[in-house]
């Protein structure tokens, strides 16, 4: 791979919503097309995927009750499940990253933390250790209890941070590589009822970026990696005031990713079915919408952006398909190229 484009890429979906589980497809460089290579349906809704650095190991979360990780063996064309599937011993959990040398998982259902070990062939030993959340927000709805949404680690490496929609928060937390322990470190509360839910960080490591699923919001944050502390300075609309105000038709964003070169921001609106492109100042402090394109579907539930910069793919979950973009390298709008269909797509990761 010459570092400016992917080569494969690997979607995530809910079986539960007839989708085909975990499946590889080639990126074609000049295009950004998808073309699906196979599939495995080994694990029930992995809803979201990891690729391991360097490594042919793909992990995935099960969104199910109760919940499970596992790790595939992506060298071929079908993912091949490597290791047993491990029970996460909580409910629903919706993302997963490495640090430290484990898997964590944040799971919503639950209002948890989980860590799991990752074993010298990629595969997952048993959970090492369970962090559980407390508190709530003002959504009776939403918010009745801890929904860890998010989890990864900072660009330092030392840090991992969790996200949580049920109790308006960010926790800062460090593993011990040895053990596994996650030790809590400190936690930043966000505006009541806002619903934090996915954070991203800025190439320069100094600012985060936190998207709010309840109100569509972004607040950007400073971040002390000496310190582990996240200190919110303002939150940005990421939608038109028309559509904000739009009573019939609620907005849940979902996910938010930065330019490589720190310049822009884009994030997945469902219900609104768009993407927002937002510019940021040369300091990273000040975001401004610019614009919002249609998504390619219907409820956009993830967004990732290609290794050069040029390409974005959008998963849209309920209308079944995943839409690629090509980014305009001046103003940052994306334009819709195409799209591969499947079905209750959630998350594409590329590699």
């Not at 998808?34 to 042919?56: C, E, H, Q, W, Y």
């Not at 996915?198 to 320069?204: C, G, R, S, T």
């Amino acid at each position: 791979m010459d570092g400016s484009s992917a080569e494969r890429a690997f979607m995530g979906s809910f079986t539960s919503a007839g989708g085909p589980g975990v499946t590889v497809a080639a990126v074609d460089r000049d295009t950004g097309a998808l073309t699906v290579l196979g599939a495995s349906d080994a694990v029930a809704d992995p809803s979201f995927l990891a690729l391991a650095p360097g490594a042919a190991v793909l992990y995935a979360v099960g969104e199910s009750a109760p919940g499970s990780a596992a790790a595939f063996d992506v060298s071929g064309d079908v993912p091949a499940l490597l290791g047993p599937v491990r029970p996460v011993e909580a409910d629903g959990p919706t993302h997963l990253a490495l640090a430290a040398n484990h898997l964590v998982t944040a799971n919503y259902g639950s209002g948890s933390v989980t860590v799991l070990p990752v074993l010298p062939d990629g595969s997952l030993g048993e959970v090492a250790s369970v962090v559980r959340h407390e508190g709530g927000g003002p959504d009776g709805e939403r918010q009745e209890g801890s929904h860890a949404h998010q989890v990864l680690p900072d660009p330092s490496g030392r840090w991992v941070i969790s996200v949580d929609l049920g109790t308006d928060s960010v926790r800062v937390g460090a593993i011990d590589p040895a053990t596994g322990v996650l030790e809590p470190h400190g936690e930043t509360a966000l505006r009541p009822g806002s619903g934090p839910r996915h954070l991203a960080f800025h190439p320069a490591g100094r600012l985060a970026y936190v998207l709010n699923e309840l109100a569509p919001t972004l607040t950007v944050c400073r971040w002390d990696a000496g310190a582990g502390r996240l200190e919110p300075l303002g939150e940005t609309p990421v939608l038109p005031e028309s559509a904000a105000a739009d009573s019939t038709v609620r907005t849940y964003p979902s996910e938010v990713v930065v330019a490589h070169d720190g310049r822009f921001l884009w994030t997945a609106n469902r219900g609104h079915d768009s993407i927002s492109v937002l510019t940021l100042d040369e300091s990273g402090e000040k975001a401004a919408l610019v614009a919002t394109v249609g998504c390619g579907g219907h409820w956009p539930r993830d967004l990732t952006l290609a290794p050069g910069g040029q390409w974005l793919y959008a998963a849209n979950e309920r209308s079944g398909n995943v839409s690629w973009f090509a980014v305009d390298a001046e103003t940052g709008i994306p334009r819709h190229a195409g799209s591969v269909d499947i079905p209750g797509a959630s998350c594409v990761v590329l590699g």
